[in-house]
C-alpha cells in the first residue's frame, strides 16, 4: 500500500527553527510537495522537490532523499502566522498526489 | 484575476437529502479534482477529471457523484448515500504534466448535515 508519515503535531518558539519529517512509501515517485494550510482554509503551495537536495526559498527550506524515502521542511526565523498544519504530498507513479494527515505547527510567542 | 472558487463556504442540509457543492476554475487548467478533509486526516481523493465527459473514482468515491460538461466546471453531489457526510470539501485544479503538477485550491465548502 501507499503510506505517508508525518508527526501529527510540533510545537515551536518565535524566532526559532523547526524541521517537520516526512516519510514516505509509495507506488512510484514522480516529486514530492509540501503545502501550508490555515485552519479552515485551503492548502497553498510551498515547495516542490523531485531531485536529491535541499531547495530553499525565503525562510522555507525543503530537502529530499529518494533512497530513504525522506523529506523535511525547515521553517526558519518562526513567526506567529507560520502556526498551520503542513501537508505533505508524493506524485506517484500515475502522477496522483497521495496527501499525509499533516503536522500541525503551533508557534509559541 | 485567476482562481478556483467555490460555493457556498458553509451549507446545512438535512440527512436524506442530495446537495451539490460548486466548483470553477478560470485558469484553463485541464485536471479538476474533489477531496475531502476530516479532522487529523489527510486529503482524500473522492473523484478527479482530466478532460471533458470524463472522470474517474478516486479513494472514497462510494455516495458521491460528479459531472464534466465544461472544462471550467466540476460540481459534486453528496448524495444521501453517503453515510457520513459532514466534512470539509475541497476543490482543486492543475495542469496536465508529466513533470510538475502543482495543484490549486478553492477555498473550499463545510458541509454539515443534522
Known amino acids: 500500500g501507499q503510506n505517508i508519515d508525518q508527526p501529527t503535531e510540533m510545537t515551536a518558539t518565535e524566532g526559532a527553527i523547526v524541521q517537520i519529517n516526512c516519510t514516505y512509501q509509495?507506488?512510484?515517485?514522480?516529486?514530492l510537495f509540501w503545502y501550508q494550510q490555515h485552519a479552515g482554509e485551503a492548502p497553498t503551495f510551498l515547495s516542490y522537490n523531485v531531485l536529491d537536495g535541499l531547495e530553499e526559498k525565503g525562510r522555507f527550506s525543503s530537502f529530499l532523499s529518494r533512497s530513504k524515502g525522506y523529506s523535511y521542511l525547515l521553517l526558519k526565523e518562526l513567526q506567529m502566522k507560520d502556526s498551520a498544519s503542513y501537508l505533505c504530498a508524493v506524485m506517484d507513479s500515475n502522477y496522483q498526489l497521495i496527501w499525509g494527515a499533516g503536522t500541525k505547527l503551533i508557534i509559541k510567542p | 484575476d485567476g482562481g478556483i472558487t467555490q460555493s457556498p463556504k458553509y451549507l446545512f442540509r438535512k440527512e436524506g437529502q442530495n446537495v451539490t457543492l460548486s466548483c470553477e476554475q478560470n485558469l484553463n487548467h485541464d485536471a479538476m479534482y474533489w477531496y475531502r478533509q476530516d479532522p487529523g486526516q489527510g486529503l482524500r481523493l473522492i473523484y478527479y477529471?482530466?478532460?471533458?465527459?470524463?472522470?474517474q473514482k478516486g479513494d472514497i468515491a462510494e455516495g458521491y457523484s460528479v459531472s464534466r460538461e465544461k472544462k471550467e466546471s466540476f460540481p459534486l453531489t453528496v448524495t444521501s448515500a453517503q453515510k457520513n457526510p459532514t466534512a470539509f470539501y475541497l476543490c482543486?485544479?492543475?495542469?496536465?504534466?508529466?513533470?510538475?503538477?502543482?495543484?490549486?485550491f478553492g477555498p473550499g465548502t463545510r458541509l454539515t448535515v443534522l
Open positions: 482543486a485544479s492543475s495542469m496536465i504534466r508529466t513533470d510538475y503538477n502543482e495543484q490549486f
Open positions: 509509495t507506488s512510484g515517485f514522480n516529486g
Open positions: 477529471s482530466q478532460i471533458v465527459n470524463d472522470f
